[in-house]
Nanobody
């Protein structure tokens, strides 16, 4: 199982970024997937999740209306579109594989994680 994130970088306040997670080594379409972030010195924070079929999503209140999660099961890819970025969105963003098909919002206890991609929002 491998999860590889990309797309992070430095962006100004109000800017946008799209993160991508490429999955391999398992049947991607059978698992819900999530984005989780960690700001410097802080605990892991669940950001958003999507069910295995891609037709049900959920997001933390801190990002709702600004971030969108979606997936392409044909490409084994998970995405996070981030708009109206703020300094408190800064952190390392991880994609994570759930053991079930539905979204369990708020959970950060996942068995498989990517290496993370750094997002820095500068003011």
């Amino acid at each position: 199982v491998q999860l590889v994130e990309s797309g992070g970088g430095v962006v100004e306040v109000g800017g946008s970024l799209t993160l991508t997670c490429l999955a391999s080594g398992f049947t991607f379409s059978r698992h819900a997937m999530h984005w989780v972030r960690q700001a410097p010195g802080k605990r892991l924070e669940w950001v958003s999740g999507i069910n295995s079929g891609g037709d049900a999503t959920n997001a933390a209140s801190s990002v709702k209306g600004r971030f969108s999660i979606f997936r392409d099961n044909a490409k084994n890819e998970l995405y996070l579109q981030m708009n109206s970025l703020r300094p408190d969105d800064t952190g390392v963003y991880y994609c994570a594989r759930d053991s079930v098909k539905y979204v369990n919002a708020g959970n950060t206890d996942f068995g498989k994680w990517g290496q993370g991609t750094q997002v820095t929002v500068s003011s």
